[in-house]
């Protein structure tokens, strides 16, 4: 019961106010433990102008065990798997760097920072990470390209 009373207050203070450029809603009002959160691309990168579903899924032992992250919107990003599950790699969301204190809203703030400035060499995609070191105007061009066929 105390996590679902975690859980609520998150999620009021996140719809209050909300990390810059997320919208946050549960997909079942029902079910606080799986929240739909819309990102807006920051406009300093080449996701400028999408806007990004992601799924966020809190464990039954939050905020003991890591959120899971995962696009649901198809995206060209390195720390982002090129799959159907969408995983993101962010060090703050393994099991052990995972700090009970952390909050979902500073992990959406992490994601929007690594949307921003990619993070090659902690890659989950080998290759777009190796584009985005040596060759970064074709990785952005391709990264533009897909947030406007997939984002808009």
Not at 19 to 30: A, M
Not at 61 to 89: A, L, M, Q, R
Request: proline content about 9%; some cysteine.
């Amino acid at each position: 019961m105390a996590n679902n009373k975690r859980i609520m207050k998150e999620l009021a203070e996140v719809r209050t106010t909300p990390p810059q450029g997320c919208t946050i809603e549960l997909g079942d009002e029902n079910n606080f433990n799986s929240w739909d959160v819309t990102m807006e691309g920051p406009s300093d990168s080449p996701y400028s102008g999408g806007k990004f579903k992601i799924l966020v899924t809190l464990p039954k032992e939050y905020p003991f065990k890591p959120p899971t992250v995962s696009f649901t919107t198809k995206i060209y990003h390195p720390n982002v798997s090129n799959d159907n599950k969408g995983s993101i790699c962010l060090g703050m969301l393994r099991a052990d760097e995972w700090k009970p204190p952390n909050k979902i809203s500073d992990v959406l703030k992490l994601v929007r920072a690594v949307l921003a400035a990619p993070q090659p060499d902690d890659a989950v995609e080998a290759g777009i990470a190796d584009q985005a070191k040596n060759d970064k105007r074709g990785f952005e061009k391709t990264a533009q390209d897909w947030t406007k066929k997939y984002a808009k």
